[in-house]
């Protein structure tokens, strides 16, 4: 199975800030990549696939880039609603599998 | 209004068995994947489980596969997950999604790229004697 290994595991930012993290998988998955974002009690909420697609609702603060192996969800200013555990998930090929997960706290 | 309603989770005991469903709403549902996720407590997100619109395609995790089957009914607008053989590190929540395709061209090819755009609030399965 395909791993992916994002990081940080948290981070700690402030409202405005530019936040950036980062998935890698262990083999190439071209652009099939997600990111979805969690909030405590929640169901998750897809904010990008195709690695840089963004899904139709999702605030323009959020991007998605990457290929192959290395790939980056960027928030250009962290708002408050925006603290949150995100994962990428990669759909390249069976079994499907997310990344560990990166929790945004405030500082 | 888009939704998915899961049910069916609970207290099982460990090789018991238990059968969850999703009632779909709002959408095609039969020109739809559709997908379960679970999630323990504490802890991340796993995908279980794929299944293709007309129910000809299923892939699994390989830690639920001979236990758990995926399965449909599009006349009702459902999406099931029968489990057998339930071990305790099957205790999650389990969420039903619906799973989209998006067709994008890269270099002159056209490819097939999925998402994960509707969850259902999930349905808590615990596993314990």
């Known amino acids: 199975a395909i791993q992916m290994t994002q990081s940080p595991s948290s981070l700690s930012a402030s409202i405005g800030d530019r936040v950036t993290i980062t998935c890698r998988a262990s083999?190439?998955?071209?652009?099939?990549l997600g990111w979805y974002q969690q909030k405590p009690g929640k169901a998750p909420k897809l904010l990008v696939y195709?690695?840089?697609r963004l899904q139709s609702g999702v605030p323009s603060r959020f991007s998605g880039s990457g290929s192959g192996t290395e790939f980056t969800l960027t928030i250009s200013s962290l708002q408050p609603e925006d603290f949150a555990t995100y994962y990428c998930?990669?759909?390249?090929?069976?079994?499907?599998?997310f990344g560990q997960g990166t929790k945004v706290e405030i500082k | 209004e888009v939704q998915l309603v899961e049910s069916g989770g609970g207290l099982v005991q460990p090789w018991g068995s238990l059968r969850l469903s999703c009632a779909a709403s709002?959408?095609?549902?039969?020109?739809?994947?559709m997908t379960w996720v679970r999630q323990a407590p504490g802890k991340g997100l796993e995908w279980v489980a794929n299944?293709?619109?007309?129910?000809?395609?299923?892939y699994y995790v390989d830690s639920v596969k001979g236990r758990f089957t995926i399965s449909r009914d599009n006349a009702k607008n459902s999406l099931y997950l029968q489990m057998n053989s339930l071990r305790p590190e099957d205790t999650a929540v389990y969420y039903c999604?619906?799973?989209?395709?998006?067709?994008?061209?890269?270099?002159?090819?056209?490819?097939?790229?999925?998402?994960?755009?509707?969850w259902g609030k999930g349905t808590t399965v615990t596993v314990s004697s």
């Open positions: 999604t619906k799973t989209s395709l998006d067709r994008i061209p890269v270099a002159g090819t056209l490819y097939y790229y999925y998402y994960m755009d509707v």
């Open positions: 299944i293709m619109q007309d129910g000809s395609e299923k």
């Open positions: 998930l990669q759909d390249y090929n069976y079994p499907w599998t």
């Open positions: 709002g959408f095609t549902f039969s020109r739809s994947w």
């Open positions: 195709a690695a840089s």
């Open positions: 083999q190439v998955i071209r652009i099939d």
